[in-house]
């Protein structure tokens, strides 16, 4: 399921066009208008006629979202214009379906790149996802597993307890009486999505080309991110393996069982269908249902997300999502978790980075910080490494003289990656992933009122971690892989020198070194070289000649042949001859010269 493209051919497929002209259409009537123009889109669609903004003028719809000028003080310009471009936007998404409404949805967590009033208009797409009729989901159901509902299910409720902009969720029972969780893809959403992934790709690069500051936002690359996460969404199969690994890492730590991960009915399991056990508790995101049980919970909040901590930087694999709609206290007084659809991953030499970075944002090493951000990060052209730190060290040093359990991770963290963007640095998507992981985790104790900070969590083990990076066994076992991967590379160096050497001269290329005004010396210098050797050699056989005659003369069997002094001395004579005439040649063309 290849979904990301670089571009669209519009003559392809009608159908292409036409959702590209319902796509440019609602954008243009939704307050986008002038850009349509500017970017000239609407110029590539035969025969259509660009509809005019529906919207009123700026004071009206200003009025209408109800913006308090007073509130805001120097910032209301900006914010104004985050919440008037956040709501024509939202407008937009919420027409054109689940694919817009997902990347409004990522769109949501960038709190990097967007000030808090688009933010704002953003989440409110959350629960925007339209269902779709229960006959149409019976009939995907069906196809999906090869067999008649009631053949597998005693009972399936026909409304959906969830929405998304991928699945759709029922709660239905087994035969065998177990409750369970039925999670259905959109039909066809996978051709929809494919479709539109490659005309949003088309329409940012079309948007960058003539706005410096959407260039700046870097709009292609969190499309492609987009993308990818999609791409890994819509295999429900991939969300199911997921469950099981994280269920394993968290099994080796959790002793106490703090967590319940739903059980996979992998028997039923396709690429478009997950069956699992129904979780019966109160999500997190229902504060009101969820604050009598807020004294049972915290403890054991607090004691998970060190759980969470220590398996990001231990085993590198983590759930990325974990929201208050993806938390539930149960019945049995457990914290449950689901929806495994986005996780994190980072391999051993990036969570050492990654613990490097959480030590020195810890200790307020800036210069440290810089460089560790620098050795992970996408960039164009390398930054003035004195600028960038100072303004890291601008950034944090509000946060300076708090104790580590007054600051909020979020908005430190949120603070350095807009200063990182502001250099042209970004995150990878995975390293991004990690951060908001985090955020998202630090938001839910604060919606909670939970009096934790996840940076002081970090503190303990960031702290417990750098130890272990540097004891011996570690120390030895980085250096065991340094030598393993020094042995390749020395393998493979005499193959591709070889290679490199025949190809160089199949092509009949030479190599030639003219010094001007230097030959005279470097010919004098060549000719002691050679008159030299010729001396060193002599020498030697000289030794062996003489130590070869006085050996003889002792009688020894090994040496006493006449061929060993003929061919020694032969050696000798031939030794003195090529240095007379070396000498001689020399001295005739000295003369000539002369």
Not at 49 to 62: A, F, R, Y
Not at 143 to 163: H, P, Q, R
Not at 354 to 359: F, R, T, V
Not at 375 to 380: I, L, N, P, T
Request: contains cysteine; hydrophobic residues 40%.
């Amino acid at each position: 399921m290849d979904i990301i493209k670089t571009g669209i051919d519009l003559t392809k497929t009608i159908k292409n066009v036409a959702r590209l002209r319902e796509i440019v259409s609602v954008l243009a009537k939704n307050g986008f208008y002038e850009f349509v123009i500017k970017t000239g889109i609407h110029q590539k669609i035969p025969d259509f006629v660009l509809p005019n903004s529906t919207l009123k003028d700026i004071e009206s719809e200003i009025a209408e979202l109800e913006l308090d000028h007073s509130s805001q003080g120097k910032d209301w310009k900006k914010y104004s214009w985050g919440k008037i471009v956040g709501n024509r936007l939202k407008k937009a998404f919420e027409e054109l379906g689940p694919t817009f409404i997902k990347l409004g949805q990522l769109l949501s967590t960038r709190d990097d790149m967007f000030n808090s009033a688009f933010i704002e208009e953003m989440k409110k797409l959350l629960d925007q996802v339209k269902g779709i009729p229960f006959p149409e989901a019976k009939k995907a159901i069906e196809e999906s597993i090869g067999k008649k509902l009631e053949d597998v299910f005693k009972n399936v409720d026909s409304t959906a307890i969830g929405t998304a902009s991928i699945g759709i969720v029922y709660k239905g029972e087994l035969l065998s009486g177990e409750q369970v969780v039925i999670k259905i893809r959109r039909p066809n959403i996978e051709k929809v999505i494919k479709t539109d992934i490659s005309i949003l790709l088309f329409l940012a690069d079309k948007l960058e080309s003539v706005s410096e500051e959407i260039k700046h936002l870097g709009i292609t690359r969190i499309i492609d991110d987009f993308a990818h996460t999609l791409q890994n969404e819509l295999d429900f199969n991939l969300e199911c393996m997921n469950c099981e690994k994280l269920k394993q890492n968290i099994a080796r730590v959790d002793t106490e069982s703090i967590f319940h991960l739903p059980k996979m009915y992998k028997e039923y399991g396709r690429e478009n269908l997950i069956v699992m056990e129904y979780l019966d508790g109160i999500y997190f995101s229902r504060i009101q249902e969820i604050k009598p049980y807020i004294h049972i919970i915290e403890p054991k909040l607090i004691k998970g997300i060190k759980i969470f901590v220590n398996s990001l930087l231990e085993d590198g694999f983590f759930h990325a999502d974990l929201h208050g709609g993806n938390f539930l206290f149960l019945k049995n007084q457990q914290i449950g978790i689901i929806d495994f659809g986005l996780v994190g991953s980072i391999q051993r030499r990036g969570r050492v980075n990654l613990i490097s970075i959480l030590y020195a944002l810890v200790t307020y090493d800036y210069e440290n910080l810089a460089y560790e951000f620098l050795e992970v990060a996408e960039y164009d052209t390398i930054p003035d490494i004195d600028v960038l730190t100072l303004d890291i060290k601008r950034c944090v040093e509000p946060f300076i003289g708090l104790t580590v359990r007054q600051m909020n991770f979020s908005k430190i963290l949120g603070t350095v990656i807009k200063t990182l963007s502001k250099h042209g640095i970004y995150l990878p998507r995975d390293w991004f992933v990690v951060f908001r992981a985090m955020m998202v985790i630090d938001g839910v104790g604060r919606s909670l009122g939970i009096n934790y900070e996840i940076f002081a969590l970090l503190d303990e083990s960031v702290k417990e971690k750098v130890k272990k990076i540097f004891s011996k066994e570690e120390l030895m076992k980085d250096g065991m892989w340094g030598l393993k991967d020094l042995s390749s590379s020395l393998r493979m160096l005499p193959r591709h020198l070889k290679w490199f050497v025949k190809e160089f001269a199949k092509r009949n290329y030479a190599v030639e070194i003219k010094l001007k005004g230097l030959e005279k010396d470097f010919s004098k210098l060549s000719n002691a070289i050679i008159f030299a050797s010729y001396v060193f050699l002599s020498g030697i056989f000289i030794f062996a000649g003489v130590y070869v005659l006085d050996m003889g003369s002792s009688g020894n069997s090994i040496i006493d042949s006449g061929s060993i002094h003929i061919n020694t001395w032969t050696i000798i004579l031939w030794l003195f001859g090529g240095l007379i005439f070396f000498r001689g040649k020399n001295f005739i063309k000295k003369n000539k010269k002369e």
